[in-house]
């Protein structure tokens, strides 16, 4: 028995966890939740945005599947999400994308993952404002020992599933430094994985490259900023935000997550898909060499995306939140 981490999240998030705790019961996976919440509902609740009993058991179990967090605007409150990957060195921000029969998009044959260093680069939170001046600077902060876990981690994942080719996204050209310290990192890394082609392209290079021929690539790392866009591309090719995953993975704790927003114009409608949230969760089911029920429930799963009278509204169809988990359960009998 595994026990996780749960948290549920702001506004859609309650809604799309229980249709994927309602699944997991029904195809009984080993797997006991202990439910800890943080954002904007927390924070109107207790005054806490990320609560020390979440953080508790976080450092408890090293393992968690997180629903979207709203962080409150305006207030000076720091990213959640950013919070947590950084004091937990979660350096892996990991996001498959692929094409499934009965998700309606211009493209086929997509299967590609997207590794994004995930506590570096812009991101750091290393900023300066001269109020006299009216300059902001934001540092953009690459070492060389990120660069290289997050390379490594690309290719050692290339490698334990087969895949043939790794690609680098970058700016070497421009930022001289940043760029070449990532791009040198990747060549040590692809050293050490003979077997796997290396490659490496310009970032805006490698957006057109997406857009025009999304089937040539297989793993893509690349740097923090560049990886939150390339990430939000690559669900756009295969459907959206609503039907891909996400992780965050470090060496000792991964927290998998619904890359999308909290939605908050929907929330208590009944209209959220959870397929995102879901996938996620499968993903943790590999993580946590759970692999047959991972597999059962990604069958179960595709078989209701080819019914459109089961599926939600953004994916074509009547079916409500729950109506749809509850399609997937009665799939779970034949997958």
């Known amino acids: 028995m595994h026990l996780i981490t749960l948290i549920p999240g702001d506004g859609i ?9 309602d699944i997991f019961a029904a195809a009984k996976v080993p797997v006991q939740w202990e439910e800890q ?41 720091r990213s959640i999400n950013v919070t947590l990957r950084q004091k937990y060195d979660l350096y892996q921000n990991v996001r498959p994308s692929k094409t499934t029969d009965g998700i309606k998009t211009r493209y086929e044959g997509i299967d590609l993952v997207l590794f994004r260093e995930n506590t570096e680069g812009l991101y750091s939170g290393l900023e300066v404002y001269d109020e006299r001046l009216g300059i902001a600077d934001s540092f953009n902060r690459i070492t060389k020992e990120g660069s290289r876990k997050i390379c490594r981690a690309a290719f050692a994942y290339a490698d334990k599933h087969g895949r ?27 050293n050490e ?42 669900a756009g090719l295969v459907g959206g935000l609503g039907v ?22 929907i929330a208590g409608q009944g209209k959220a ?55 997937i359960i009665a799939n779970l009998q034949v997958a």
């Open 13 to 21: 998030g309650p809604e799309i966890t229980k249709a994927v705790t």
């Open 37 to 77: 919440n943080a954002g904007q509902t927390t924070f109107d609740q207790s005054g806490e945005l990320i609560p020390q009993a979440l953080l508790s058991s976080l450092e408890k179990n090293r393992v968690a599947l997180k629903g979207p967090i709203t962080t409150p605007v305006g207030k000076g409150f």
């Open 164 to 190: 043939k080719k790794v690609t680098l996204a970058h700016k070497a050209n421009i930022l001289k430094m940043a760029g070449t310290l990532m791009l040198n990192a990747c060549k040590e890394a692809s």
């Open 193 to 234: 994985f003979p077997h796997i082609v290396f490659e490496d392209k310009i970032i805006d290079n490698m957006c057109m490259q997406l857009v025009n021929k999304p089937e040539q690539f297989d793993v893509v790392v690349t740097t923090n900023l560049f990886g939150d866009i390339l990430s939000d591309l690559c």
């Open 244 to 265: 891909v995953a996400g992780a965050n993975i470090g060496d000792d704790m991964a927290i998998f997550e619904a890359v999308h927003g909290s939605a908050p114009d």
């Open 273 to 327: 898909n959870p397929t995102a949230l879901l996938r996620s969760a499968l993903m943790m089911l590999h993580h946590l060499g759970e692999h047959t029920y991972a597999d059962q429930i990604e069958k179960a799963l595709e078989a209701t995306l080819k019914d459109k009278n089961k599926c939600t509204g953004d994916l074509g169809g009547p079916a409500s939140t729950s109506e749809f988990a509850q399609a």
